[in-house]
Each structure stands twice: as C-alpha cells, then as structure tokens.
C-alpha cells in the first residue's frame, strides 16, 4: 500500500474518530464524571489517540521524502505528542478540519465560505470547552462555567474582546491565541472571497 492509498483508507476513520473524541471530551468536560465512568472515558480517550499515533508513523513510512513530510507535518506531530496538556488534546480535530478542506478541494466560492464559518463554529465550541477545561480549577479564574466560556469565545474570535473574562493560566492563554489567529483568519478568508466575487 502506497501513502495516496493509506490516506484515502484511513481519512474517514480518522474524521470518525475525531469526531468520537469531540463527543467524550465535551461530555467529560461539561458533566465532570468520576470513578469508573471518568476511567472508561479516559481510556476511549487514549484509544483514540494510539489511533492517530498508528496513523501518524504508518504516513512517515510511507512517505517519499520523508524529511520534507515531517517538517510540513509538525502539527501533526503536536497532535501525538501533546495528550499530557488535557485541553490540547483538541488538536486531533485538525484532521477533521483538513478531511473537510479536502472534500471541498476546488469548490465555489460559497462552499468555501460555508466551510470557513462551520469550521469557526466548531472551534468556538472546542475552544470554549478548552478553556473552561483549563480554567475552573484555578482560584483566580474568571471562566468557571461553560456559558462563561462560550461567551469569552465568541468575543474573541470576533476580534470584540471585551475583557470582562480573561485566561488567567498559560494553557488558557495558549488558546486564546490560537483562536485570536482563527478570528482573523475567517475575516480574511470572507473578505477576499466576497472581493475576488464583486471584481468579477
């Protein structure tokens, strides 16, 4: 089997498993289970990431040039290696990400706005979950429950900001950058699509 055959192979399940994860992350975060269900949970969890550690090395052996593949693929690399930092574990939905961008390939230009927007909804959410995740815990936090959370989110990848909540922990404030470039980001990409379609 050649790389072009393992991917096309291995892409959905690995959507799939994303989007298992989503499921068990956002439960495990939004219900605070204990005891057996909370181990039951962290063990699905850490299924799901042999699953992509699998993928990941299967991809570099079967790459061409492999230390190209690697240094275009450090996020990728991020995804396997960070699953100590619990909210950064949010990382493995890129492959959903990239398993949408490619299905769309060369599509309209309103198919491509529709994917920017799905793809910033989703990431509001992951990124609220992320940072109650990351915060409640901390005595001085301002983010204690989810609504908080949404609400911080949305100001934030709106570029609004309007600091009544704030990341008080480096995890916390590790997110809230990534989603500051999302927000950015979704302008760009709306507003050069909405330019390229009046110019025509």
């Known amino acids: 089997m050649n790389y072009r055959q393992w991917e096309r192979a291995s892409e959905w399940p690995l959507a799939g498993s994303a989007l298992t994860f ?8 939004l219900s605070q289970p204990t005891g057996t269900v909370a181990q039951v949970a962290e063990y699905a969890i850490i299924a799901i990431w042999a699953l992509f550690g699998i993928d990941y090395i299967v991809r570099l052996t079967l790459a061409e040039h492999r230390t190209r593949w690697f240094v275009r693929h450090l996020h990728e690399l991020a995804i396997v290696a960070l699953p100590v930092l ?20 060369g599509a309209l230009r309103g198919r491509v706005v ?3 927007v799905a793809g ?11 940072m109650l995740d990351a915060e409640r815990a901390e005595p001085a936090a301002t983010i204690k429950t989810f609504p908080d959370a ?4 949305i100001a934030t990848v709106t570029t609004v900001g309007y600091g009544d909540f704030s990341p008080s922990t480096a995890t916390g404030r590790f997110i ?3 989603l500051m ?18 110019v025509q």
């Open 176 to 178: 809230a950058v990534g």
């Open 114 to 116: 529709t994917y920017a």
């Open 86 to 105: 619990r909210p950064l574990r949010l990382l493995r939905l890129l492959t959903l990400v990239s398993l949408l961008q490619r299905s769309i390939g």
């Open 22 to 29: 989503l499921a068990i992350y956002s439960w495990t975060v």
């Open 150 to 153: 949404l609400w911080w989110a």
């Open 120 to 130: 910033t909804l989703l990431l509001v959410f992951v990124a609220s979950l992320a």
């Open 181 to 198: 470039v999302a927000g950015i980001a979704l302008l760009g990409v709306v507003t050069a699509t909405l330019a390229s379609w009046l």
